[in-house]
């Protein structure tokens, strides 16, 4: 199963990536996937991380479909 | 909340008189805010948030903003229905901008129309303290000696 992640501003520099691809395995959660991306990438986890899934926060305990747009970027600072 | 309540507040998202947009292009507070003028106010008051040059004794030379950009237009729609929750208000219009802003450009612009000033006051406040701090906007912040993603603080944090 495959589903995308995104990254914006300081998680999109510090992966050098806008968007990935990761596989997963079926029934896995959201969590499950944040927690393998920061694996790949060690250098979010000076970060303060927020994740969304499906353009809405996530608190990583959702479990996943194939083809969900999930994001991972730092506290927001808009205004 | 009463059943009136929530049909109102329905009705005027339909008529499309709140808008919440985000844009590249330079905003003009004192348009954005009399876009709408309902006939039952008394009173508007805008947020026209812009590029500070200096904070604390640092200085800024421009901004770049990105967003997340479905992710953040649902999250300002959200905001306007709980300020309608919370305050007595007829309209309300929230436009970001995005990209890279010189100093005393405005990047935010929040208006509040309301039969009485107090709400609108309260509710802009309440608007602008939000967005800062659920809808997924970032500010680069490029000085004379370096450049950093602003990060905020967020109830939302999970680690």
Same mark, same amino acid.
């Given at each position: 199963?495959?589903?995308?992640?995104?990254?914006?501003?300081?998680?999109?520099?510090?992966?050098?990536?806008?968007?990935?691809?990761?596989?997963?395995?079926?029934?896995?959660?959201?969590?499950?996937?944040?927690?393998?991306?920061?694996?790949?990438?060690?250098?979010?986890?000076?970060?303060?991380?927020?994740?969304?899934?499906?353009?809405?926060?996530?608190?990583?305990?959702?479990?996943?479909?194939?083809?969900?747009?999930?994001?991972?970027?730092?506290?927001?600072?808009?205004? | 909340?009463?059943?009136?309540?929530?049909?109102?507040?329905?009705?005027?998202?339909?008529?499309?008189?709140?808008?919440?947009?985000?844009?590249?292009?330079?905003?003009?507070?004192?348009?954005?805010?009399?876009?709408?003028?309902?006939?039952?106010?008394?009173?508007?008051?805008?947020?026209?948030?812009?590029? %500070?040059?200096?904070?604390?004794?640092? #200085?800024? $030379?421009?901004? @770049?903003?990105?967003?997340?950009? =479905?992710?953040?237009? +649902? *999250?300002?729609?959200?905001?306007?229905?709980?300020?309608?929750?919370?305050?007595?208000?007829?309209?309300?219009?929230?436009?970001?901008?995005?990209?890279?802003?010189?100093?005393?450009?405005?990047?935010?612009?929040?208006?509040?129309?309301?039969?009485?000033? %107090?709400?609108?006051?309260?509710?802009? #406040?309440? $608007?602008?303290? @939000?967005?800062?701090?659920?809808? =997924?906007?970032?500010? +680069? *912040?490029?000085?004379?000696?370096?450049?950093?993603?602003?990060?905020?603080?967020?109830?939302?944090?999970?680690?």
């Amino acid at each position: 199963m495959k589903v995308q992640v995104l990254f914006f501003g300081a998680t999109a520099e510090a992966t050098g990536k806008r968007e990935i691809e990761v596989n997963m395995e079926n029934g896995a959660k959201t969590g499950d996937v944040f927690q393998r991306v920061i694996a790949n990438f060690p250098q979010l986890q000076k970060h303060t991380l927020l994740f969304a899934l499906n353009q809405e926060y996530s608190k990583g305990n959702e479990t996943i479909k194939n083809g969900d747009e999930l994001a991972i970027f730092t506290a927001v600072s808009g205004g | 909340m009463s059943e009136k309540k929530i049909e109102n507040r329905k009705s005027k998202i339909e008529d499309r008189r709140d808008f919440f947009e985000i844009t590249t292009d330079a905003l003009d507070a004192g348009a954005i805010a009399r876009r709408v003028v309902p006939k039952t106010c008394g009173a508007i008051v805008t947020l026209d948030g812009f590029v %500070r040059q200096f904070t604390k004794k640092r #200085e800024t $030379l421009y901004l @770049e903003y990105e967003a997340y950009e =479905p992710m953040a237009l +649902k *999250e300002m729609e959200k905001l306007i229905a709980q300020a309608y929750e919370q305050f007595e208000i007829a309209n309300v219009g929230v436009v970001h901008r995005l990209g890279k802003m010189e100093i005393g450009e405005t990047s935010v612009v929040i208006s509040v129309a309301a039969p009485h000033r %107090r709400s609108a006051f309260e509710a802009c #406040e309440w $608007l602008i303290k @939000e967005l800062k701090r659920t809808v =997924p906007i970032w500010k +680069k *912040e490029v000085y004379r000696d370096g450049e950093t993603w602003i990060e905020g603080e967020s109830q939302f944090a999970v680690n």
